[in-house]
């Protein structure tokens, strides 16, 4: 769970750094929407 989130993290921030200047700004952003698509959508369960 924790991992999740911390990878969305690291994207986040290596995608800013290389297509945008390196912003917390943008950083921010990015892991705002992709947090909030990962919650918005159900967990699948690994049975």
Do not use: C, K
């Amino acid at each position: 769970f924790l991992g999740e989130y911390g990878a969305l993290l690291f994207f986040s921030t290596l995608t800013s750094v290389l297509f945008f200047s390196f912003s917390f700004i943008v950083i921010y952003v990015m892991f705002s929407v992709l947090v909030f698509i990962r919650s918005s959508y159900p967990r699948f369960r690994y049975d």
